[in-house]
């Protein structure tokens, strides 16, 4: 009940701030993904928003890996780089970071993470803005590091969405309608207008439509009909908007705006696009977790279950709340996050990219 009742108030909450669908900055739209971090010893940009427990003299922040050698730390907007004993210390063998007292890296104190009652910047508990607040204070963190033990966010499912592998994969163009919340309209991406700094990266759904784009050699357009606040109810009212572009490929994200009956409508939702759009494939978007200080995890487990569940020929699950809640085990939170409570940033919106693109191999894999 407290997670639905909290969902509630955060579809409220993010109502208010709704923007015109596809409103996003031009600057960076044509970035593209490579392989994902946990195919590859390789980290790029891994977020870290560096705290400063009760007690301690000096800030911190975890990596998600052990780094094999020195690395690289950058401003948010991977230009200014900080140094090794001017701005922070490590120890090799571990995947902590600890700043120096002189340090120019931006770093928050716990008490100032939840602040008191009545503060500005601040939701339910904890510290809270839109914008590129969270942005500005996330360092990036760039480095080697050797096989650590991560369980892939999903073992790869049989090709379910023939029909627009088949399209890709002989050139033809496709169309892409993404129809979600406030994380699939973009909401705090740092290439999205409300949230606008750089590197100006574009939200999740742009950034499968470029890397399709790229990976297949064709093109691929993309309708963004995400919208701020809303829940499955909604996206049934939608399908007719789908439907207009007449989709090769649809996107399905809801989850983190609970307004009750989530199982009983997006199998409502996926049978009313079907029924419309009789030649698409569906992709079904298992969310991320909201902040774990007021959001339980269960429920977002129990619909990603229930989403995977609705895969059949033509509908495959991509699930972000799996490789999500094991961030969360190494990582706190507000590394995460764009807003501190519901939102990804740029790392998030990758990983939604990742998860949802390995579904779309450039060639045929095998069936075992």
């Known amino acids: 009940m407290k997670q639905v009742m909290i969902g509630a108030v955060l579809g409220i909450f993010c109502s208010s701030m709704v ?124 480095y080697w590091h050797k096989t650590d033990a991560w369980t892939q966010p999903a073992k790869p499912q049989p090709e379910q969405l023939t029909r627009v592998l088949a399209k890709l994969r002989a050139k033809q163009p496709i169309k892409l309608v993404a129809l979600g919340d406030s994380i699939t309209q973009g909401f705090n991406a740092s290439g999205f207008k409300p949230s606008l700094a750089p590197p100006y990266q574009p939200c999740y759904p742009q950034l499968v439509a470029n890397t399709l784009q790229k990976r297949f050699g064709t093109t691929v357009t993309l309708l963004n009909l995400g919208v701020a606040g809303t829940e499955p109810g909604w996206g049934i009212q939608m399908v007719p908007k789908v439907t207009e572009q007449k989709p090769d490929l649809v996107l399905l994200a809801f989850g983190m705006n609970d307004g009750g009956g989530f199982e009983e409508k997006m199998h409502k939702l996926c049978d009313d696009v079907i029924a419309a759009n009789p030649g698409a494939d569906i992709v079904l978007i298992a969310s991320m977790t909201g902040n774990p200080r007021f959001f339980g995890t269960d429920g977002f487990v129990w619909k990603a279950k229930t989403l995977g569940q609705m895969v059949t020929k033509n509908v495959a699950l991509a699930d972000v709340t799996t490789p999500w809640i094991e961030i969360l085990e190494n990582k706190h939170f507000s590394d995460l996050s764009g807003n501190n409570v519901n939102h990804p940033n740029d790392f998030g919106h990758r990983l939604y990219a990742h998860v949802i693109l390995e579904l779309f191999p450039l060639t045929r894999v095998p069936a075992k």
Not at 48 to 74: D, Y
Request: aromatic share 10%.
């Open 19 to 142: 923007l015109m669908a596809g409103d996003e900055e031009k600057a960076g739209a044509g970035m593209t993904l490579g392989e994902p971090f946990w195919c590859s010893q390789a980290m790029d940009n891994e977020p870290v928003l560096f705290i400063q427990e009760e007690g301690k003299q000096l800030a911190t922040g975890k990596l998600l890996f052990i780094p094999s050698e020195k690395f690289r730390i950058t401003h948010p907007d991977l230009v200014m780089q900080y140094e090794e004993g001017r701005d922070y210390t490590w120890k090799p063998g571990t995947n902590i970071i600890e700043l120096t007292f002189t340090s120019r890296i931006p770093f928050k104190t716990a008490a100032q993470m939840l602040p008191p009652a009545g503060s500005p910047n601040m939701f339910a508990t904890v510290l809270h803005s839109e914008g590129h607040f969270f942005h500005d204070l996330q360092v990036q963190v760039s």
